[in-house]
Protein backbone atom coordinates (compact mmCIF):
# COMPACT_ATOMS: atom_id res chain seq x y z
CA UNK A 1 0.00 0.00 0.00
CA UNK A 2 1.63 3.32 -1.23
CA UNK A 3 2.27 5.68 1.54
CA UNK A 4 0.03 9.29 1.41
CA UNK A 5 2.38 12.01 1.08
CA UNK A 6 2.34 14.72 3.70
CA UNK A 7 4.44 17.44 5.10
CA UNK A 8 5.56 18.18 9.04
CA UNK A 9 3.07 20.37 10.94
CA UNK A 10 3.66 23.86 10.85
CA UNK A 11 5.55 23.59 7.46
CA UNK A 12 3.98 24.88 3.54
CA UNK A 13 4.80 24.41 0.09
CA UNK A 14 4.36 27.17 -2.19
CA UNK A 15 2.60 27.53 -5.12
CA UNK A 16 4.15 29.58 -8.48
CA UNK A 17 1.34 32.21 -6.94
CA UNK A 18 2.93 32.38 -3.99
CA UNK A 19 6.14 32.46 -4.85
CA UNK A 20 5.72 35.24 -7.10
CA UNK A 21 4.15 37.12 -4.11
CA UNK A 22 6.71 36.31 -1.51
CA UNK A 23 9.33 36.96 -3.88
CA UNK A 24 7.36 41.09 -4.03
CA UNK A 25 7.12 41.11 -0.53
CA UNK A 26 11.63 40.17 -0.64
CA UNK A 27 12.62 42.61 -3.37
CA UNK A 28 10.06 45.16 -1.87
CA UNK A 29 12.24 44.67 1.51
CA UNK A 30 15.66 44.67 0.19
CA UNK A 31 15.00 47.52 -2.43
CA UNK A 32 15.07 49.81 0.87
CA UNK A 33 17.62 48.06 3.21
CA UNK A 34 19.86 48.82 -0.21
CA UNK A 35 18.60 52.58 -0.20
CA UNK A 36 20.02 52.67 3.24
CA UNK A 37 23.60 51.51 2.45
CA UNK A 38 23.04 47.67 4.16
CA UNK A 39 25.16 44.37 2.31
CA UNK A 40 23.92 40.95 2.11
CA UNK A 41 25.43 38.46 4.44
CA UNK A 42 24.02 34.22 4.57
CA UNK A 43 24.48 32.10 7.74
CA UNK A 44 24.01 28.18 7.80
CA UNK A 45 21.04 26.86 8.97
CA UNK A 46 22.61 24.62 11.05
CA UNK A 47 23.91 26.47 14.42
CA UNK A 48 26.11 24.85 17.30
CA UNK A 49 23.33 24.13 20.34
CA UNK A 50 26.05 25.93 22.45
CA UNK A 51 25.63 29.41 20.05
CA UNK A 52 21.77 28.84 20.21
CA UNK A 53 21.25 28.06 24.15
CA UNK A 54 20.49 31.04 26.52
CA UNK A 55 19.94 33.59 24.30
CA UNK A 56 15.88 33.65 23.78
CA UNK A 57 15.29 32.95 27.78
CA UNK A 58 13.87 29.60 28.82
CA UNK A 59 11.03 29.52 27.07
CA UNK A 60 13.17 30.22 23.95
CA UNK A 61 15.22 27.56 24.39
CA UNK A 62 12.26 24.76 24.72
CA UNK A 63 11.31 26.32 21.16
CA UNK A 64 14.75 25.60 19.77
CA UNK A 65 14.94 22.71 17.17
CA UNK A 66 17.69 20.33 18.19
CA UNK A 67 19.66 17.89 15.38
CA UNK A 68 20.73 14.96 16.35
CA UNK A 69 24.37 14.05 16.52
CA UNK A 70 25.25 11.64 13.39
CA UNK A 71 25.34 7.96 13.34
CA UNK A 72 24.46 6.06 16.81
CA UNK A 73 23.81 9.03 18.53
CA UNK A 74 23.07 6.83 22.08
CA UNK A 75 26.18 5.06 21.39
CA UNK A 76 28.25 7.51 23.96
CA UNK A 77 25.01 8.77 26.37
CA UNK A 78 25.45 7.41 29.47
CA UNK A 79 23.43 4.65 30.70
CA UNK A 80 22.13 6.54 34.14
CA UNK A 81 20.65 9.36 31.68
CA UNK A 82 19.03 7.12 29.45
CA UNK A 83 17.26 5.44 32.11
CA UNK A 84 16.31 8.71 33.84
CA UNK A 85 14.20 9.69 30.53
CA UNK A 86 15.78 13.08 31.37
CA UNK A 87 15.71 14.90 28.05
CA UNK A 88 17.06 17.96 29.56
CA UNK A 89 20.29 16.21 30.70
CA UNK A 90 20.13 13.97 27.77
CA UNK A 91 19.84 16.14 25.16
CA UNK A 92 24.15 17.67 25.39
CA UNK A 93 25.11 14.15 24.86
CA UNK A 94 23.11 13.07 21.67
CA UNK A 95 22.70 16.65 20.04
CA UNK A 96 25.44 19.44 19.96
CA UNK A 97 23.59 21.22 16.64
CA UNK A 98 20.33 23.19 15.98
CA UNK A 99 17.90 24.82 13.52
CA UNK A 100 18.10 28.45 14.15
CA UNK A 101 15.82 30.20 16.11
CA UNK A 102 16.57 34.07 14.41
CA UNK A 103 19.00 35.56 12.29
CA UNK A 104 20.60 38.15 15.15
CA UNK A 105 21.82 35.72 17.48
CA UNK A 106 24.04 33.74 14.12
CA UNK A 107 24.63 37.33 12.97
CA UNK A 108 26.87 38.05 16.07
CA UNK A 109 28.40 35.01 16.09
CA UNK A 110 29.44 35.95 12.52
CA UNK A 111 30.07 39.40 13.69
CA UNK A 112 32.51 37.79 16.22
CA UNK A 113 33.97 35.28 13.88
CA UNK A 114 35.01 37.58 10.47
CA UNK A 115 35.73 40.98 12.78
CA UNK A 116 38.95 40.80 11.02
CA UNK A 117 37.39 41.28 7.97
CA UNK A 118 34.52 43.94 8.81
CA UNK A 119 34.82 47.52 8.32
CA UNK A 120 32.95 49.16 11.51
CA UNK A 121 30.32 50.30 11.19
CA UNK A 122 29.02 47.03 9.81
CA UNK A 123 25.49 47.30 8.29
CA UNK A 124 23.95 43.93 6.84
CA UNK A 125 20.68 42.55 5.53
CA UNK A 126 20.10 38.73 6.00
CA UNK A 127 17.09 37.16 3.99
CA UNK A 128 15.95 33.62 5.34
CA UNK A 129 14.11 31.18 6.99
CA UNK A 130 14.39 30.33 10.60
CA UNK A 131 13.08 27.72 12.87
CA UNK A 132 10.97 27.26 16.14
CA UNK A 133 9.10 24.43 17.82
CA UNK A 134 5.95 26.55 18.74
CA UNK A 135 2.17 25.48 18.12
CA UNK A 136 1.37 26.24 14.39
CA UNK A 137 -1.38 28.84 14.02
CA UNK A 138 -2.84 31.30 12.32
CA UNK A 139 0.21 33.69 11.29
CA UNK A 140 3.07 31.35 13.63
CA UNK A 141 4.78 28.89 12.01
CA UNK A 142 7.60 26.39 12.97
CA UNK A 143 9.25 27.45 9.29
CA UNK A 144 9.58 30.42 8.61
CA UNK A 145 11.45 33.87 6.84
CA UNK A 146 12.63 36.57 8.53
CA UNK A 147 14.08 39.77 6.77
CA UNK A 148 16.62 41.24 9.06
CA UNK A 149 18.88 44.79 8.91
CA UNK A 150 21.50 45.42 11.95
CA UNK A 151 24.09 47.68 12.76
CA UNK A 152 27.24 46.70 14.69
CA UNK A 153 30.24 48.85 15.85
CA UNK A 154 28.59 51.93 16.86
CA UNK A 155 26.34 53.11 19.61
CA UNK A 156 25.03 56.29 17.25
CA UNK A 157 21.33 56.90 18.03
CA UNK A 158 20.99 57.88 14.62
CA UNK A 159 21.11 54.32 13.09
CA UNK A 160 18.25 53.72 15.84
CA UNK A 161 16.13 56.76 14.12
CA UNK A 162 17.21 55.16 10.41
CA UNK A 163 15.52 51.63 11.37
CA UNK A 164 12.03 53.49 12.05
CA UNK A 165 12.61 54.96 8.94
CA UNK A 166 12.66 51.47 6.97
CA UNK A 167 9.99 50.18 8.83
CA UNK A 168 7.83 53.40 7.80
CA UNK A 169 8.86 52.97 4.01
CA UNK A 170 8.61 49.08 3.56
CA UNK A 171 4.91 49.33 5.10
CA UNK A 172 4.47 52.33 3.15
CA UNK A 173 5.66 50.76 -0.09
CA UNK A 174 2.88 47.90 1.00
CA UNK A 175 -0.04 49.69 1.58
CA UNK A 176 0.11 48.73 4.28
CA UNK A 177 -1.21 50.70 7.56
CA UNK A 178 0.75 49.47 10.73
CA UNK A 179 1.35 50.92 13.83
CA UNK A 180 5.14 50.94 14.72
CA UNK A 181 5.50 50.86 18.19
CA UNK A 182 8.96 51.73 20.62
CA UNK A 183 9.73 51.36 23.85
CA UNK A 184 13.63 51.70 25.82
CA UNK A 185 14.72 48.51 27.94
CA UNK A 186 16.26 51.37 30.39
CA UNK A 187 12.94 52.87 30.73
CA UNK A 188 11.47 49.44 31.74
CA UNK A 189 13.87 48.23 34.26
CA UNK A 190 13.67 52.20 35.84
CA UNK A 191 10.31 51.33 36.33
CA UNK A 192 10.94 48.10 37.60
CA UNK A 193 13.84 49.91 40.21
CA UNK A 194 11.43 52.51 40.96
CA UNK A 195 8.59 49.99 42.01
CA UNK A 196 10.34 47.52 44.01
CA UNK A 197 11.00 45.10 41.27
CA UNK A 198 14.86 45.57 40.61
CA UNK A 199 15.78 41.93 41.79
CA UNK A 200 12.97 40.09 40.15
CA UNK A 201 13.34 42.08 36.55
CA UNK A 202 13.57 38.94 34.53
CA UNK A 203 10.59 37.67 35.60
CA UNK A 204 9.03 41.40 35.22
CA UNK A 205 9.70 41.89 31.78
CA UNK A 206 8.01 38.35 30.81
CA UNK A 207 4.73 39.08 32.81
CA UNK A 208 4.42 42.57 31.08
CA UNK A 209 5.32 40.93 27.32
CA UNK A 210 2.14 38.86 28.43
CA UNK A 211 -0.24 41.60 28.81
CA UNK A 212 -2.11 41.35 25.14
CA UNK A 213 -2.55 37.81 25.69
CA UNK A 214 -3.77 37.45 29.32
CA UNK A 215 -5.02 41.42 29.48
CA UNK A 216 -4.22 44.26 32.47
CA UNK A 217 -5.90 42.54 35.57
CA UNK A 218 -3.57 39.29 35.28
CA UNK A 219 -0.58 41.24 34.93
CA UNK A 220 -1.42 42.97 37.95
CA UNK A 221 -2.27 40.12 39.74
CA UNK A 222 1.07 38.47 38.78
CA UNK A 223 3.19 41.79 39.20
CA UNK A 224 1.96 41.59 42.56
CA UNK A 225 3.10 38.26 43.26
CA UNK A 226 6.42 39.22 42.85
CA UNK A 227 6.42 41.94 45.75
CA UNK A 228 6.49 45.37 44.15
CA UNK A 229 3.96 48.16 43.65
CA UNK A 230 1.58 46.49 40.47
CA UNK A 231 -0.28 49.63 40.84
CA UNK A 232 2.56 52.51 40.56
CA UNK A 233 4.34 49.95 38.06
CA UNK A 234 0.87 50.06 35.48
CA UNK A 235 0.57 53.96 35.69
CA UNK A 236 4.04 53.63 34.03
CA UNK A 237 3.77 51.17 31.78
CA UNK A 238 1.27 52.90 29.28
CA UNK A 239 0.90 54.03 25.86
CA UNK A 240 1.18 57.78 24.27
CA UNK A 241 2.47 59.34 21.33
CA UNK A 242 5.91 59.47 20.52
CA UNK A 243 6.39 63.25 21.13
CA UNK A 244 8.46 65.52 23.41
CA UNK A 245 5.36 66.68 25.34
CA UNK A 246 4.87 62.82 26.34
CA UNK A 247 8.31 62.40 26.97
CA UNK A 248 8.47 65.40 29.27
CA UNK A 249 5.25 64.56 31.14
CA UNK A 250 6.96 61.03 31.78
CA UNK A 251 10.01 62.23 32.49
CA UNK A 252 8.28 64.38 35.68
CA UNK A 253 7.35 61.01 36.81
CA UNK A 254 10.63 58.78 36.70
CA UNK A 255 12.95 59.20 39.32
CA UNK A 256 15.20 56.22 38.81
CA UNK A 257 17.99 57.24 36.63
CA UNK A 258 18.59 54.39 34.77
CA UNK A 259 15.30 55.03 33.12
CA UNK A 260 15.73 58.79 32.76
CA UNK A 261 18.56 57.68 30.42
CA UNK A 262 16.43 55.61 28.41
CA UNK A 263 14.00 58.54 27.94
CA UNK A 264 16.59 60.69 27.02
CA UNK A 265 17.92 57.84 24.27
CA UNK A 266 14.16 58.37 22.78
CA UNK A 267 14.39 62.15 23.23
CA UNK A 268 17.88 61.99 20.93
CA UNK A 269 16.24 59.74 18.85
CA UNK A 270 13.01 61.90 18.19
CA UNK A 271 15.91 65.26 17.28
CA UNK A 272 16.97 62.91 14.38
CA UNK A 273 13.56 61.89 13.23
CA UNK A 274 12.33 65.71 13.31
CA UNK A 275 13.09 66.22 9.62
CA UNK A 276 10.89 62.95 8.68
CA UNK A 277 7.80 62.82 8.10
CA UNK A 278 6.02 59.31 8.78
CA UNK A 279 3.31 57.73 6.84
CA UNK A 280 2.44 55.31 9.38
CA UNK A 281 1.37 55.95 13.33
CA UNK A 282 4.37 55.87 15.36
CA UNK A 283 3.83 55.43 19.22
CA UNK A 284 5.83 55.10 22.71
CA UNK A 285 4.44 51.29 24.50
CA UNK A 286 5.51 51.36 28.27
CA UNK A 287 4.16 48.01 28.05
CA UNK A 288 6.34 46.49 24.91
CA UNK A 289 9.11 44.29 26.44
CA UNK A 290 10.03 41.95 23.48
CA UNK A 291 10.84 39.03 25.73
CA UNK A 292 14.30 38.43 24.42
CA UNK A 293 17.08 38.87 27.29
CA UNK A 294 19.91 40.79 24.92
CA UNK A 295 17.86 44.43 24.82
CA UNK A 296 19.40 46.48 26.38
CA UNK A 297 18.14 50.05 24.87
CA UNK A 298 15.33 51.26 22.16
CA UNK A 299 12.93 48.48 21.71
CA UNK A 300 10.74 48.01 18.79
CA UNK A 301 7.31 46.27 17.57
CA UNK A 302 5.11 46.43 14.47
CA UNK A 303 1.88 45.97 14.21
CA UNK A 304 -1.22 45.98 11.64
CA UNK A 305 -3.43 48.68 12.08
CA UNK A 306 -6.50 46.77 10.21
CA UNK A 307 -5.64 43.29 10.65
CA UNK A 308 -5.74 40.70 13.79
CA UNK A 309 -2.64 39.14 13.66
CA UNK A 310 0.34 39.29 16.31
CA UNK A 311 3.21 41.39 15.60
CA UNK A 312 5.00 41.56 12.27
CA UNK A 313 8.24 43.20 12.85
CA UNK A 314 10.63 44.10 15.56
CA UNK A 315 13.65 44.60 17.14
CA UNK A 316 16.00 46.75 19.15
CA UNK A 317 19.44 47.77 20.57
CA UNK A 318 21.53 44.86 22.05
CA UNK A 319 24.86 45.89 23.39
CA UNK A 320 26.18 42.85 24.82
CA UNK A 321 25.36 40.46 22.23
CA UNK A 322 28.54 40.11 20.87
CA UNK A 323 30.78 40.06 24.30
CA UNK A 324 28.85 36.45 24.92
CA UNK A 325 31.04 34.93 22.13
CA UNK A 326 34.59 37.03 23.52
CA UNK A 327 34.11 40.24 21.60
CA UNK A 328 33.47 42.85 24.34
CA UNK A 329 32.35 46.81 23.75
CA UNK A 330 30.52 45.93 20.21
CA UNK A 331 27.23 47.67 20.16
CA UNK A 332 24.07 46.65 17.96
CA UNK A 333 20.84 47.27 16.81
CA UNK A 334 18.91 45.70 14.29
CA UNK A 335 15.06 44.97 13.33
CA UNK A 336 13.38 42.19 11.59
CA UNK A 337 10.38 41.82 9.37
CA UNK A 338 7.83 38.53 9.72
CA UNK A 339 7.99 37.51 5.96
CA UNK A 340 5.20 35.02 6.19
CA UNK A 341 2.75 36.92 8.72
CA UNK A 342 3.33 39.65 6.14
CA UNK A 343 2.21 37.86 3.51
CA UNK A 344 -0.94 36.92 5.53
CA UNK A 345 -1.65 40.30 6.11
CA UNK A 346 -1.69 41.64 2.60
CA UNK A 347 -3.60 38.74 1.54
CA UNK A 348 -6.21 39.53 3.74
CA UNK A 349 -6.03 43.43 2.74
CA UNK A 350 -5.96 42.19 -1.11
CA UNK A 351 -3.04 44.33 -1.30
CA UNK A 352 -1.10 42.62 -3.51
CA UNK A 353 -0.70 44.13 -6.80
CA UNK A 354 -2.31 42.60 -9.81
CA UNK A 355 1.26 42.80 -12.04
CA UNK A 356 3.29 40.45 -9.36
CA UNK A 357 1.87 36.75 -10.68
CA UNK A 358 2.77 37.64 -14.64
CA UNK A 359 5.62 36.11 -14.58
CA UNK A 360 5.42 34.81 -18.25
CA UNK A 361 5.21 38.18 -20.92
CA UNK A 362 4.49 36.02 -24.04
CA UNK A 363 3.10 32.42 -24.91
CA UNK A 364 4.52 31.77 -28.87
CA UNK A 365 1.51 29.49 -29.90
CA UNK A 366 2.42 26.95 -33.25
CA UNK A 367 -0.58 26.25 -35.01
CA UNK A 368 1.01 23.62 -37.00
CA UNK A 369 3.86 21.24 -36.04
CA UNK A 370 5.81 22.43 -38.71
CA UNK A 371 5.85 26.36 -37.12
CA UNK A 372 7.44 24.45 -33.96
CA UNK A 373 11.01 25.47 -35.06
CA UNK A 374 10.29 29.13 -35.84
CA UNK A 375 7.86 29.56 -32.69
CA UNK A 376 11.35 28.31 -30.83
CA UNK A 377 13.34 31.23 -32.48
CA UNK A 378 10.90 33.44 -31.98
CA UNK A 379 10.71 32.81 -28.52
CA UNK A 380 14.43 33.25 -28.39
CA UNK A 381 14.40 36.40 -30.29
CA UNK A 382 12.19 37.78 -27.20
CA UNK A 383 14.04 35.91 -24.67
CA UNK A 384 16.96 37.78 -25.66
CA UNK A 385 15.58 41.12 -25.54
CA UNK A 386 14.32 40.95 -21.88
CA UNK A 387 10.70 39.59 -22.68
CA UNK A 388 9.63 36.15 -20.49
CA UNK A 389 8.55 34.01 -23.17
CA UNK A 390 7.12 30.10 -23.46
CA UNK A 391 6.28 27.95 -26.39
CA UNK A 392 3.21 26.04 -26.17
CA UNK A 393 5.28 22.77 -27.03
CA UNK A 394 2.83 21.09 -29.58
CA UNK A 395 0.19 22.02 -32.45
CA UNK A 396 -3.00 22.05 -30.66
CA UNK A 397 -6.39 23.99 -31.03
CA UNK A 398 -5.99 27.91 -30.06
CA UNK A 399 -8.72 27.58 -27.44
CA UNK A 400 -6.40 25.21 -25.93
CA UNK A 401 -3.72 26.97 -25.94
CA UNK A 402 -5.09 30.30 -25.02
CA UNK A 403 -6.75 28.31 -21.76
CA UNK A 404 -2.99 27.80 -20.70
CA UNK A 405 -1.83 31.23 -21.12
CA UNK A 406 -5.20 32.34 -18.90
CA UNK A 407 -4.90 29.94 -16.35
CA UNK A 408 -0.67 31.31 -15.82
CA UNK A 409 -1.67 35.00 -16.43
CA UNK A 410 0.28 35.34 -19.63
CA UNK A 411 -0.61 38.64 -21.04
CA UNK A 412 -0.06 37.98 -24.74
CA UNK A 413 -0.13 35.55 -27.31
CA UNK A 414 1.25 35.03 -30.71
CA UNK A 415 -0.29 32.90 -32.77
CA UNK A 416 1.74 31.42 -35.21
CA UNK A 417 -0.46 29.53 -38.16
CA UNK A 418 0.33 28.76 -41.95
CA UNK A 419 -0.20 32.18 -43.25
CA UNK A 420 1.50 33.95 -40.40
CA UNK A 421 4.37 31.43 -40.75
CA UNK A 422 4.67 32.66 -44.94
CA UNK A 423 4.54 35.82 -44.01
CA UNK A 424 6.93 36.44 -41.35
CA UNK A 425 4.57 36.95 -38.78
CA UNK A 426 2.73 36.38 -35.75
CA UNK A 427 -1.18 37.39 -34.93
CA UNK A 428 -0.46 39.14 -31.44
CA UNK A 429 -3.15 38.99 -29.28
CA UNK A 430 -3.39 40.83 -26.04
CA UNK A 431 -5.55 38.49 -23.75
CA UNK A 432 -7.10 41.12 -21.57
CA UNK A 433 -8.67 43.43 -24.09
CA UNK A 434 -8.83 40.89 -26.65
CA UNK A 435 -7.44 42.76 -29.51
CA UNK A 436 -5.08 41.40 -32.19
CA UNK A 437 -2.80 42.33 -34.62
CA UNK A 438 -0.29 41.02 -37.06
CA UNK A 439 3.07 41.80 -36.71
CA UNK A 440 6.32 40.83 -37.39
CA UNK A 441 8.66 39.68 -34.38
CA UNK A 442 10.67 42.86 -33.79
CA UNK A 443 6.72 44.88 -33.45
CA UNK A 444 6.12 42.01 -30.81
CA UNK A 445 9.21 42.97 -28.61
CA UNK A 446 8.84 46.70 -29.12
CA UNK A 447 5.03 46.25 -28.43
CA UNK A 448 5.48 44.23 -24.94
CA UNK A 449 8.54 46.35 -23.70
CA UNK A 450 6.88 49.67 -24.41
Same mark, same amino acid.
Given at each position: ?13 ? #? ?34 ? #?? #? ?46 ? @? ?33 RPQKGRYREFYQCDVDIVGSDSLIYEAELLCIYDRVFAAFNLPVQIRINNRKIL ?30 VKEELAALGGDANAAMLLLEKGALDKNYLSSLKERMHDVTGLKGLAELEEMLHY ?21 ? @? ?58 ? #? ?35 ? @? ?58
Amino acid at each position: MSQKPSIPQGTRDF #TPLEMARRRYIFSTVERIFREFGFQQIETPSLENLS #TL #TGKYGDEGDTLLFKVLNSGDFLKKAPDILLEEKNSNRLIPHIADRGLR @YDLTVPFARYVVMHQNEITFPFKRYQIQPVWRADRPQKGRYREFYQCDVDIVGSDSLIYEAELLCIYDRVFAAFNLPVQIRINNRKILEGIANQCGFKESFRSFTVIIDKLDKIGADKVKEELAALGGDANAAMLLLEKGALDKNYLSSLKERMHDVTGLKGLAELEEMLHYLSSYHAINEVVFDGTLARGLNY @YTGTIYEVVASNVQMGSIGGGGRYDDLTGIFGLKGVSGVGISFGADRIYDVLLESDLFPD #TVANSTQLLICPMEDSALGKAFEYAMQCRMAGISSEV @YPQAAKLKKQLTYANNNQIAYAAILGEQELAAGKVALKNLQSGEQEIVDIESVIKKIKA
